[in-house]
């Protein structure tokens, strides 16, 4: 809600800005704001896309490095934002499927903990249920 309202007083502002430096307020103008707009709503829509991102990738980079084996398919569902709101803890639930000596297993782990320390995030040990497909 507080971008939302955030991103309506940057519209507002520009809208006033460029009324101010031509006197008016046509159909260039407002193709101008339009086309500001939809580069604003873009460009925050592919920021929040990496960010949902980031963690299941980076959950993929941290199993394949530990484990040796490559995750086929990836699900992933933040479990804390439902109560806290966190910048610093993150608390997920990932459902895989992996591929191990010819056999494909779905595993899930749950309550998978990443911590951020200044620009590094560390994931805490984990513990996975794999069962056979």
Same mark, same amino acid.
């Not at 809600?1 to 991103?7: A, H, V, Y």
């Not at 580069?39 to 896309?49: A, D, G, N, S």
């Not at 394949?64 to 439902?82: A, D, F, G």
């Not at 899930?108 to 805490?124: G, L, P, R, S, T």
């Given at each position: 809600?507080?971008?939302?309202?955030? +991103?309506?007083?940057?519209?507002?502002?520009?809208?006033?800005?460029?009324?101010?430096?031509?006197?008016?307020?046509?159909?260039?103008?407002?193709? +101008?704001?339009?086309?500001?707009?939809?580069?604003?709503?873009?460009?925050?829509?592919?920021?929040?896309?990496?960010?949902?991102?980031?963690?299941?990738n980076a959950f993929?980079?941290?199993?394949?490095?530990?484990?040796?084996?490559?995750?086929?398919?990836?699900?992933?569902?933040?479990?804390?934002?439902?109560?806290?709101?966190?910048?610093?803890?993150?608390?997920?639930?990932?459902?895989?499927?992996?591929?191990?000596?010819?056999?494909?297993?779905?595993?899930?782990?749950?309550?998978?903990?990443?911590?951020?320390?200044?620009?590094?995030?560390?994931?805490?040990?984990?513990?996975?249920?794999?069962?056979?497909?």
């Amino acid at each position: 809600m507080q971008i939302f309202l955030g +991103i309506i007083l940057v519209i507002i502002l520009i809208g006033i800005i460029i009324y101010k430096l031509d006197n008016k307020f046509e159909k260039r103008e407002i193709i +101008i704001l339009s086309s500001i707009v939809i580069i604003v709503i873009l460009v925050f829509t592919m920021y929040q896309k990496n960010q949902e991102n980031f963690f299941p990738n980076a959950f993929k980079e941290k199993y394949k490095q530990e484990n040796n084996i490559e995750i086929l398919k990836l699900s992933s569902e933040l479990l804390n934002n439902k109560v806290v709101s966190s910048k610093d803890h993150y608390i997920y639930k990932f459902t895989y499927i992996i591929k191990k000596n010819g056999k494909e297993y779905l595993c899930v782990a749950n309550n998978v903990n990443i911590n951020k320390i200044q620009d590094e995030y560390i994931f805490d040990k984990w513990t996975e249920e794999c069962k056979e497909q």
